[in-house]
Structures are given as C-alpha cells and as structure tokens.
C-alpha cells in the first residue's frame, strides 16, 4: 500500500509498513498489499486511540520483535481486520499511480511488464480445422515440386553434375532452417504482443528478412555437395564445383528473399483474421518453399551450366556478388535487439541441419542415379515436406506455449523434464498432446489425397499398386510418429537449457524429417524391387 508522509509530501511504497506517531504513545498500523488494515491498538490509555490526523511519518517495522524494551510489557496487541472501502481503494490506486511514475527506486521490471497473456484455448477441432488448409496448401505445393524434380532429374545438368541432387534437400530444407524458424519466431512474438505496435513490427520485419539471408549456407551446402559427391566417386572438377556454389548462394538468397516476404504477411493477416498464426504461417511457408526453391535451383544451374562453355568468369562472379552482400545483412540484422542474439548464436542448429540434410541429399543422389529407383524422385519432396511441415506447426505450437505460460528462459518447463514417453506425447489431456494426436491422424489422409493427385497427372515412374501405397503409407506414417515424439522431447530440453525454441529446434527437426523420408522411401522402393514390384512404365 502507498501512503502519504505529510513531512515529505510524496508517496511512498512498502509490502508491510508501520506509522508511528510523532507524539508519544500513538499506535502504528500495519498495511498490507491485499487492501487490509491492520492496526496495533495500545491499550494503556484510552486518550491514545484518538490520535490528531496528519501527525504520522512513515517507518517501516520488519516484525513484531522490533518495538523497544522500553515498552510497557503490560500492553495488549489487537489486531483487527479492516477492509477498504470503494473509495478508500480508489484513492490508493490513485496513490499507487503516482507512486509508481514518481519513486524511481520501484522495481521497472515489475511496473513496466506487461501481464502475459494466457496459453491459448483450443479444442482438437478448432486445431484441426485451422491447420488443414494450410496442410493441403502445402502439401499440393510438394507435389507440384516432385513433379518439377521428376522432370528435372533427365536435364543435361542434374545427369552430368549429378552432386546437384546433393543440393536439393539441402536447399529444400532451407524452409526449415530459415523461412519455418523466421514464421515460428514471428508467430510468437505476435502471440505474445511484440508486433502490436507498428515501430515493433518494422522492428521484428527488418532484422528478421535481414537475418534469414541465406548466402552463407547455401555456400556451406554447396561445400557439402562437393565434399559428398567427390569423395565416393574420387573425382574432383573445379568448373563443377565452381558452378554449384553459384548455383546455390543464388537460389538460396532469392528463395529465402521472397518466402520471407511471403510469411510476413502471412503473419499479419492471420493475426487481424484471428487465426493463430502457429497454424497457418509454417505450412504456407513450406506450400512455396519446395516449388520456388526447386524451380530456382534448375533453372539457374541450368543457365550457368551453359555459361562453362562460353564464359569462365559467370560462375565465379555471381559467388563473388553475393558473398559481398553478407556485410550488409550482418549490419542490419546488428541493429535489432530481437535478432541480433540469433546472429552470433543461431549458426550452430542451421549448420547442423544443413549438413543432416546433405546425408539425406547423397542417399537421393545414390538411389535416382539408378534407372530402377527412378520413379523416387517425385515422392521425395512429398513425404520430406509432409514431414517437415507437421513437426514444424508442433514445434512452434510447444514453443509459444511455453513463452505465454510467461516461464522464464532456462526454467524447467510444465511438462516433465526427463525424457516422455509416448503415451505422454500423444494421450496425455494437455493441449501440446492434443494437437500431435491431431496432426498425427492427418498424415494418412493428406498423402493419399497427394498420391492420387500425381497419379492423375501421370507423374513419377511408379504405378500406384496396392502394396506400394501399403508400404509407402508405413513409411510416411513412421516418419511422423517419430517427428513428432522427437518435437516434443527437444522443445522442452531446449527451453531448459536456455536455448529459445523458436531459433533452435525447427532446423534440426526438419533436417531429421528430410533424413528420415529420404531414407525411408529409398528403402520402400528396394523392397518394391526385392519382392518384384518393379513397374517402371508411369510418366516415361
């Protein structure tokens, strides 16, 4: 409670306080922060209760231990509990307003923070019915982008450089290293009001598009296709491995350029629609990612391809420019609070992820080389982005959730800290549980719907048989299973350790997604083959 010294004319702030009279014998009165008062009646003369107004000065008494020895032990403690009225307690919020603009010595954290909002309430269908557009969205855009692939890998570039499919999921997982782990970020900043004011949200825009720049990895990522492909084969060419670092810095620079324009306002808008923006931003960023991604990577690898012939100096000069560009970024991204953190410290999980996917990368380029795994390669940007984008919209979900029940980065997190089980993951009642069980159940659906979209457009060298689709559906549905067990397991051991969710844990998790659906369906098609299903006959 705040109350007024008449000596000193300003308020003042204390959790229990005291008012001793200035005259002798005047009884002090406990305050307490809940609106009661609790005063000390002395009963040693009746003349004492009436004390003349306005004669207090404020101390503040610890305990009861602290009254003099030289008190009467004779006196008697009564204390009574007084409620204020309405008035009264219009007055002291007055008081404590003014207290709090005018006594610099109050705790700023504790006046200026603003109340975090509640975790959000959602049922399993309002989960379900925000998340299944996008889904599809998605989904059909990775369709389209196996279908790209399927038409791409006979190009003379992807048959004669063939470390360009080294590229692919590297590249492809950019989406989760970049553009998912910049909509993730976003969303929570949206959800817990850091984008409400304008100056906030050019803020978050400017640093974050700076940020996602992507020229660095896609030059690591090309180091890597060198590295995987020259090992195995022993052969190393300049001009090769010249041509795929400029093919990459350059996809990787305007693919991430315009996907992160793309879910910025993906982001607003769905926050001025009322739809939660963990639903919607991370799909719709991977609806795109795949398509723009693999169409850029073929047909600037394509272009530059045809330079070696006639021009030595393209390949290296397109590397040159944007590599001068990373200063730039790494200024602007500098001079944002919220991402200049993520700028010294978010290196590690892209790199990690980048090389995850290049594993998954060599498995793609090993098993298409092959004319009788051809038909893999439009499925592969299918099951990797059904993967990528389900455990995403988990991630994000999980990680927002632990910013708005407002525990502070590092503590131990709601659910427990030790390593769930999966019946903890996927049966308990919370609502991290409910949307896993939720996007678990719309793997089975969402890929047959995918696979008869390419089987209606002729595409890929596999017939759709009853065994494969068997097959193929335990595959995707394993890679789900997994995911998501893996989702809730690291976001949780993330924020324990003081690591932000947001920047940390997409990358990884879509990277593993990337790994484990190449893996797998590589080895759903040796299994087709072993046991005879080798129909080669669709889209030739």
């Known amino acids: 409670m705040v109350l007024w010294s008449k000596e000193q004319d300003k308020p003042s702030e204390m959790s229990t306080g005291a008012i001793d009279a200035k005259k002798e014998g005047a009884p002090p009165a406990y305050h307490h922060t809940n609106g009661s008062v609790h005063p000390i009646i002395l009963t040693d003369s009746p003349e004492e209760l009436r004390p003349e107004a306005g004669d207090y000065e404020l101390t503040e008494v610890t305990s009861f231990s602290e009254r003099t020895e030289g008190e009467d032990d004779r006196s008697e403690v009564v204390v009574i509990d007084c409620r204020a009225n309405a008035k009264g307690q219009r007055e002291e919020d007055a008081l404590l307003e003014n207290a709090s603009q005018s006594n610099e010595s109050d705790d700023v954290s504790a006046d200026q923070s603003p109340v975090p909002p509640a975790p959000l309430k959602e049922s399993s269908f309002s989960i379900g019915l925000q998340v299944v557009f996008p889904f599809l969205l998605a989904g059909f855009g990775t369709v389209a982008a196996g279908m790209v692939l399927d038409i791409v890998q006979h190009w003379t570039v992807f048959t004669e450089v063939t470390e360009v499919f080294i590229l692919v999921p590297a590249l492809l997982g950019l989406k989760g290293n970049l553009e998912m782990t910049l909509a993730s970020r976003l969303s929570t900043a949206a959800n817990i009001g850091h984008m409400d004011t304008a100056k906030d949200m050019w803020n978050m825009i400017m640093g974050n598009l700076a940020l996602i720049q992507a020229t660095v990895v896609g030059f690591l990522a090309s180091i890597a296709a060198v590295i995987f492909g020259w090992i195995p084969e022993g052969q190393f060419k300049m001009g090769h491995a010249v041509l795929l670092c400029a093919s990459s810095v350059s996809t990787a620079f305007i693919a991430s350029l315009l996907l992160g324009l793309i879910m910025i306002g993906v982001i607003i808008g769905s926050r001025k629609v009322g739809i939660n923006p963990d639903n919607v931003a991370t799909p719709i960023a991977a609806s795109l990612g795949d398509l723009i991604t693999l169409a850029l990577l073929a047909g600037i690898s394509t272009g530059l391809y045809k330079q070696l012939d006639h021009n030595n100096y393209a390949n290296p000069l397109v590397c040159a420019f944007f590599v001068a560009l990373t200063p730039v970024w790494v200024l602007i991204a500098r001079r944002i609070p919220s991402t200049r953190e993520v700028l010294y410290s978010g290196w590690e999980p892209v790199i990690i992820a980048m090389a995850i996917s290049s594993i998954g990368g060599l498995i793609l380029d090993k098993t298409v080389s092959n004319p009788n795994f051809a038909g893999m390669a439009v499925f592969t940007p299918v099951i990797n982005g059904v993967g990528g984008n389900l455990v995403a919209v988990q991630a994000s979900r999980i990680s927002t959730y ?99 969710p947001d920047n940390f844990s997409i990358p990884y998790l879509t990277a593993l997604g990337d790994l484990l659906g190449t893996g797998f369906l590589a080895l759903c098609f040796h299994i087709l083959w072993l046991i005879g299903d080798r129909d080669a006959d669709v889209g030739d």
Do not use: E
Not at 415 to 430: A, G, H, N, V
């Open 402 to 500: 632990l910013h708005l029940v407002a525990l502070p980065l590092g503590a131990p997190s709601p659910t427990p800290s030790k390593c769930p089980t999966p019946c903890t993951t996927f049966f308990s009642s919370s609502v991290n549980s409910r949307s896993a069980r939720v996007l678990f159940l719309l793997v089975a659906p969402g890929h047959l719907v995918f696979l008869y979209a390419i089987n209606s457009m002729q595409g890929g060298h596999t017939s759709l048989t009853t065994v494969f689709i068997a097959i193929y559906m335990t595959a995707a549905l394993l890679q789900v299973l997994i995911l998501l067990y893996l989702a809730d397991w690291m976001v949780n051991w993330m924020w324990g350790r003081g690591m932000d």
